[in-house]
Structure formats: C-alpha cells, structure tokens
C-alpha cells in the first residue's frame, strides 16, 4: 500500500490536532502540588512604601500562602499576625476567613490582600518614620508558618 503525504490544509489540521491531544495526553499526567501541613507565606508587594502621617489611604499588602492540610482561615478567632518593626512585641491580629479548596485534594494556595490603615509616627522627633511589619499566619491546627517581611515603608510626620 501506498502512502501519499498530506499537502495544504489537510496537513495544518493534522498537525494542529497531534499538539492538541499531546496537550491533553500530558496535562493528564500532571501531579497535584503537595505542600507541606505548616503554611507558607511570601510577602509580594504592597501597593506603596511612602504615607504621610494619619493618611487617608491604606496599606494593601497581597501575601501568597501555600497550606498542605486545606486548614488555613477559620469563622472563630484571628489567624494572621502583623507586628510592627518599630514596636517589637507588639501584634496586629487579623483574622482569613475559611478557604476551602477548589479541588479533590487538600493542599491550598493563592493571594490574600489585607488593609491596614497608616497611622502616626511613633518616634516624632525624626521627620520620617522608617518601619516594616513582620508577617506570619496559623491554620486550624495550630501550625505556625514562616514570617516574612513587607518593604521598608516611610512614614512622613507631620
């Protein structure tokens, strides 16, 4: 028998449908991600690192979390922790609502954007107050994450 090859068009669709299903073939193959039970946190950027004292607007700061158990986030209590660098010790709670996953597996990741207001300057003899506020989160169990920072923000006394 004899095989004549595919010229013009015919050609193109062949071509096209073959990286197609090869497309499915390996998207089939791929792994869930497993993260492991104690969250992660990265700090990825905050909206601006300059305020004026008792400024208007707010801090926005947007945190990529990984949690392998699914238990990040609650109804009850606060979960996520700020502290300032210029007050050592000292923690702003917030509280992540329950995040549930989009899938069959436990393991969860994403973004989360948290507010803050920007409000005085503590050391009111420095015309510019320089700080930072350190980050960390805890899930359902009690599993603590890592703590990651913000950028240096710049505080303008008045």
Not at 73 to 79: F, H, P
């Amino acid at each position: 028998m004899n095989t004549v090859p595919l010229k013009g068009k015919n050609m193109m669709r062949t071509g096209s449908f073959l990286i197609v299903s090869g497309f499915f073939i390996l998207s089939g193959c791929v792994n869930p991600p497993e993260y492991p039970i104690e969250p992660y946190i990265d700090v990825v950027s905050i909206n601006q690192n300059t305020f004026t004292e008792l400024d208007e607007d707010s801090l926005s700061v947007v945190i990529y979390f990984e949690d392998g158990d699914g238990d990040l986030g609650s109804d009850e209590g606060v979960n996520m922790f700020w502290e300032d660098s210029r007050v050592p010790g000292f923690q702003i709670p917030f509280k992540i609502p329950p995040i549930e996953s989009q899938s069959t597996v436990k393991d969860i990741s994403g973004t989360i954007t948290t507010y803050y207001p920007i409000t005085f300057c503590i050391n009111d003899d420095d015309p510019i107050d320089s700080f930072y506020y350190k980050i960390y989160i805890v899930d359902q169990a009690g599993h603590v994450s890592n703590v990651d920072s913000t950028d240096l923000i710049q505080l303008f006394c008045n």
